[in-house]
């Protein structure tokens, strides 16, 4: 996949089109990915005293197919993704500019 893990997304398709958001996760073999305040659910959590939690209703994160969402460039905004070949690495590169793009930290 051309997401990795702490990237930053905009999504362009469904429900939250148009927001952005840092992927939490990414799920290979089902091709979805967990953005962060994207596709929030609610969900039912039974109490569970012996590890702390809590029961009632919480917000979830639910999985988003990889088409619906898009790469975002420093300088360029939402890009495809390329690929470049430098010394022995390979780099992925924004479409637009051809700049690198790097992987935000946390």
């Known amino acids: 996949m051309k997401i990795r893990r ?5 999504v362009i398709a469904g429900k939250d089109k148009g927001k952005r958001g840092r992927v ?7 091709k979805r990915l967990l953005v962060e305040h994207v596709m929030v659910v609610k969900k039912t959590v039974r ?3 012996q590890r702390n939690i809590k029961g009632g209703v919480t917000d979830q994160e639910n999985p988003i ?20 070949i430098e010394g022995d690495t390979k780099v992925r590169v924004c479409r637009k500019c051809g700049q690198p793009i790097a992987t935000k930290q946390k």
């Open 65 to 84: 197919q990889v088409s619906n969402v898009m790469l975002v460039c420093n300088s360029c905004g939402p890009v495809r993704v390329g690929y470049q």
């Open 6 to 10: 702490n990237d930053l997304v905009e």
């Open 47 to 49: 109490p569970n005293p």
């Open 24 to 30: 939490l996760r990414v799920l290979t073999e089902e």
